[in-house]
């Protein structure tokens, strides 16, 4: 394995910033620099770097001005595969994912099982400042790391992903207690989450999943890769949407009640149309992250005897489960994954800010 004598990277250099004055936004600036290997503490390793995925998140803290923990500079990607360069001799040579949200495994919240919220986690592209994933190499806590094993062919910069597109829906299948027999909502399947939360709840048992989204060539898409149902919600309301959503079960003899309904969009109107569909016995499982406020007679959740329930990141110990639900042919990934180089990282962003990508895109280091 190459030791390499410093890590090549994209960084962040100067923070989004917002004129108060003309409402408008400037985003952050991009700039291919070097940066020091540090010297690896005990249960840290080196990964090379094969992919770093673009998410949403990157981009709201480019963009937006989503804060971070870290100011610029700053290293941004946290959905990352890789192979281990050097560290811990049993780790090296080994292609792993890491995960998006590394939790300390000691406080409180780590030893009840809620890690994935542990408030001294480590995030690649936020906490860890100048070492993320749109680079050459990063240094990690191989406590953490996902073995890739028998991989077949795919490749391991597709496997990035996993890191957080896809399971972040497990985890938020498990906060939702999703059990066989279950009927579903994904509102926002056809982004790079929601796709996976399709997937993932069809895959899990889920008797019926209902996807909705504007754009209809991806809704059809997801026909084919977990969902039964599809609503284009593009020009219409929540009330539209809860009018054809009802339609849907009536025709097909679904019940009224008893529905986990997944918000990925982040967006107000996904939020309003999810807060809509929440009924009787229901549970709404917040996956998106927005600025934006509902409004929201809360009394409801009394009358329907539901329940709204917020979800972040996924436990390490569930990334062999879902990269094993990949390999296995569970999940579709090849159908919703596209590379880039990463010197396009500026165009790419530009892109992906503007218009969704049909896939997920991600950038393989061309230093």
Partial sequence: MTVPDKIQTWQMVQPTTFNRETKETTPGKLVKTEIPVPELEPGEVLVEVAGCGVCHTDLGYFYDGVPTVCKPPLTLGHEISGTVVAGDEAWIGKEVIIPAVMPCRKCYLCKTGRGNRCLQQKMPGNSLGIYGGFSSHIPVPNIDLCEVKNRGDIPLAHLAVVADAATTPYQAAKRADLQPGDNVVVVGITGGVGQYVGQITKALGAKTVIGIARNQEKLDRALKFGADFVINSKDKD??????????????????????????????????????????????????????????????????????????????????????????????????????????????????????????????????
């Fill in 238 to 367: 929540a009330k539209a949407v809860s009018k054809e959503f009802r339609g849907i079960c009536k025709e097909n003899e679904l019940p009224n009640y008893g529905w986990k309904i997944f918000e990925v969009t982040g967006a107000k109107g996904g939020q309003d149309i999810a807060l809509t569909l929440l009924g009787f016995t229901g549970k709404l499982i917040v996956v998106g992250f927005g600025l934006a406020k509902n409004e929201y007679a809360i009394g409801r959740l009394m009358a329907f005897d539901a329940e709204m329930i917020g979800t972040w990141g996924c436990l390490p110990e569930y990334y062999p489960v879902v990269l094993d639900m990949v390999l296995t042919g569970k999940i579709n990934m090849s159908n919703f994954v596209e590379t880039r180089p990463m010197s396009t990282i500026a165009e790419t962003f530009a892109e992906a800010h503007k218009t969704p990508p049909m896939k997920r895109i991600v950038l393989t280091p061309d230093f």
